[in-house]
């Protein structure tokens, strides 16, 4: 038998060993726990690169491109510059890997305004189709948003620069028509292009319908803005059958003597009569009392237009508040957008299209990852994700690829 070591420091008793050996020999699940452990930190998922995900879906569609074989870095660094609010010349200036300035404006002039147009809805899905399934029903939003164009404004039927109320010192707007799916959780834009002069409402609202209806989608509700409360959209509407809720234009006698009263009421109303181009329309009336919101007090009339639902007053009321949701997409749009002075509205649309590429991945990321484990329907867990977190996982991507420069690189002496 071995002598027993005296080291105090490196001494174990016998019957402690024994103990421990046994442990081991006869419970492996400790060290098979130990494995899962190491095996489950080992296969920990790191983080996507969403900003190649990005770039593959703008370089699918290369009719867009002015050259047939896309230049990665120029595109890759106008998302970046989107997640770090800058402009691509600036970004050029501070990054390595990237060509100057002035070639990447060059080749961002020579995109196609044509085939952005007629690509933008495909790529837009793409973005955003894990969130959406053929045969569901889900509320639409229309509307148009309007960037502000400083410079000598075009009269032309064609031009992409158009007049409206004054905003942020100007009158002269590029302008975007939009669709949106406005659901909670399924805020997906599948429709954007900008707007012309020579366009009409009505027309751009049929091809948006025929969007949907080529998507396999159904029309639970559509909701309008002010602006489209017209006899010809409204009579599309009806003869298509399609469920839609538009605010009323409070104009004429006939008009206004029936949006008055103390309580809430349906009735109907025969826009443009004793003409060819006569509608009838059933309007809800909804009485709200003010109660010092905003400062005001009394009440006030919210009639809408309905058809193809239901025309409680507190239904419809609760239905239109999901219109917004196509409101916020403009401010989440500007927040993930680069930053540009340029009067090219090619470039212009090209980070317009970006910004919503981005908007809608984020929205299918939320949509995997964050919903809850719960028989039932699907929640969500909005604020788990955010869009500024998700544009830092994208502007950590593109670090690996662009390095920041050194001062000694940029400085002058």
Not at 197 to 213: F, G, P, Y
Not at 338 to 351: A, C
Request: hydrophobic share 35%; aromatic share 10%; proline share 5%.
């Amino acid at each position: 038998m071995g002598k027993i070591p005296q080291d105090p420091e490196n001494f174990v008793p016998y019957h402690i060993s024994f103990r421990y050996a046994y442990m081991f020999i006869n419970c492996p699940y400790i060290v098979s726990k130990s494995k899962k452990s190491l095996k489950k930190e080992q296969n920990r998922e790191e983080n996507p690169d969403y900003s190649d995900n990005i770039y593959q879906i703008v370089t699918a569609h290369r009719t867009i491109l002015p050259y047939a074989k896309p230049d990665p870095s120029i595109i890759k660094a106008c998302i970046a510059a989107s997640c770090c609010g800058t402009s691509i010349s600036a970004y050029a200036l501070h990054h390595h890997s990237l060509p100057s300035h002035t070639s990447c404006l060059t080749y961002l002039h020579g995109l196609d305004m044509d085939e952005m147009r007629k690509q933008s809805s495909d790529m837009l899905l793409k973005a955003g189709n894990k969130v959406i399934r053929p045969g569901q029903k889900y509320a639409f939003a229309i509307d148009k948003t309007q960037d502000p164009y400083y410079g000598k404004h075009d009269d032309k039927p064609d031009t992409y620069t158009g007049g409206g109320k004054r905003k942020a010192s100007t009158n002269h707007f590029y302008t975007y028509f939009t669709m949106s799916i406005v659901d909670q959780g399924h805020h997906i834009t599948l429709f954007s292009v900008p707007w012309q002069n020579d366009m009409k409402n009505v027309v751009s609202i049929q091809k948006c319908v025929e969007l949907i209806h080529s998507l396999g989608l159904k029309i639970r509700s559509l909701c309008l803005d002010r602006e489209f409360f017209t006899a010809s959209i409204l009579r599309y509407l009806q003869q298509s059958w399609i469920p839609h809720i538009i605010p009323v234009k409070k104009h004429g006698k006939v008009l206004n003597a029936m949006l008055k009263g103390r309580a809430s009421s349906t009735f109907t109303y025969t826009m443009k009569k004793g003409t060819k181009d006569s509608v009838d329309l059933v309007i809800t009336d909804c009485v709200v009392y003010m109660m010092g919101k905003h400062t005001k007090k009394g009440l006030e009339h919210h009639a809408f237009v309905v058809f193809g639902m239901s025309t409680s007053p507190r239904n419809v009321r609760e239905i239109y508040r999901h219109r917004f949701a196509i409101e916020s997409t403009y401010r989440l749009r500007n927040s993930v957008r680069p930053r540009t002075s340029t009067r090219d509205e090619k470039i212009r649309y090209f980070y317009t299209l970006l910004s919503f590429i981005i908007q809608n991945l984020w929205v299918s990321e939320k949509w995997i990852r964050c919903a809850r484990q719960k028989p039932g329907p699907k929640v969500i867990e909005k604020n788990r994700l955010s869009l500024e977190y998700f544009s830092d996982l994208i502007r950590e991507n593109s670090e690996l690829l662009f390095r920041l420069k050194r001062m000694d690189e940029i400085a002058l002496t």
